[in-house]
């Protein structure tokens, strides 16, 4: 609803309203982790859905961290869950809220599988991902090394 001055809608309301519907149609936003989001990957590639990107920092706000990781069960690991969409809707997990009752519920698919299609299951950002060692490389043979030079 747009405001009212004196029973009539302001011009100015009007143009805002209409420049914001022109701003989104011209240019959406795609969505994206954020830092402290957990991208999970654990089946969705394999089901043909995009993987769930889970607002960590915005469920961490409305939440204490024993909330989902005592009493829902969440391990302190990204992929450390075997969340399965049938878990979910038997209310386990992020069903225990996301059941339309307390949150809204699993039929909105885009609000969670918006991730990158391929883009594996981890915490977007964390600094654990800077702190960790790349996987080991074996080292490649040593290149022979140059013949001395002849003395003169």
């Known amino acids: 609803m747009l405001p009212k001055m004196k029973g009539r809608i302001t011009w100015r309301a009007l143009a805002l309203g209409a420049a914001a519907w022109a701003a989104m149609l011209i240019a959406p936003v795609p969505a994206q982790a954020e830092y402290g989001d957990v991208v999970i990957n654990n089946y969705a590639d394999a089901a043909g859905m995009r993987p769930a990107v ?14 989902c990781h005592a009493d829902l069960g969440f391990q302190f690991k990204a992929g450390g869950n075997k969340i399965t969409m049938a878990k979910i809707i038997d209310g386990k997990f992020c069903g225990a809220c996301h059941n339309g009752e307390i949150a809204w519920s699993v039929e909105n698919c885009g609000m969670c599988h918006s991730g990158v299609p391929g883009t594996p299951t981890h915490i977007h950002g964390s600094t654990a991902q800077t702190l960790v060692a790349p996987p080991h490389q074996p080292l490649l043979a040593p290149a022979a ?5 002849p003395k003169k």
């Not at 090394?145 to 030079?149: K, Q, V, Y």
């Open 145 to 149: 090394a140059p013949a001395p030079a």
């Open 54 to 67: 889970f607002s960590h920092w915005f469920h961490r706000v409305r939440f204490r961290c024993k909330v």
